[in-house]
């Protein structure tokens, strides 16, 4: 899964952190209830948060260097995003461990589409 700006465990009420950020948290908890793993890829936006943070035993949360590693409004993050996903295939050794690739929101689904068209895997956007 990919979202530029939102982050499943960032603290309700901080800078941008809502109503998606808890959908997209309790949907990976419901994919692992049918078997799946899910790795979800974010920008790293703060110094205080571990590059790599498990939400469940399946799920994951990676954040990604992309700018600065602070926030930054999701309305600038567009020129981040070619780095962005120069991190992504960085983290995954330029080879695809993944089924599927699922984008959230529009910049989330840049990303997806962007996996898509590099490892010929089937992407969805909501």
């Known amino acids: 899964m990919f979202s530029a700006h939102s982050d499943p465990l960032a603290h309700l009420g901080s800078q941008e952190c809502g109503g998606q950020n808890i959908y997209e948290r309790y949907l990976m908890e419901e994919l692992e209830k049918f078997g799946w793993d899910v790795d979800f890829f974010t920008r790293w936006d703060s110094g205080y948060k571990k ?3 498990n939400i469940t035993k399946h799920c994951r949360v ?16 567009f020129t981040l995003f070619p780095e962005l996903f120069s991190g992504f295939l960085a983290f995954t050794n330029f080879e695809n461990p993944y089924e599927i690739f699922h984008g959230h929101y529009w910049d989330g689904g840049w990303m997806a589409l962007e996996a898509h068209r590099k490892f010929k895997k089937p992407f969805i956007q909501n």
């Open 51 to 53: 590059q790599i943070a």
């Open 62 to 77: 990676i954040r990604l260097k992309a700018g600065p590693v602070s926030y930054v409004p999701r309305d600038e993050l």
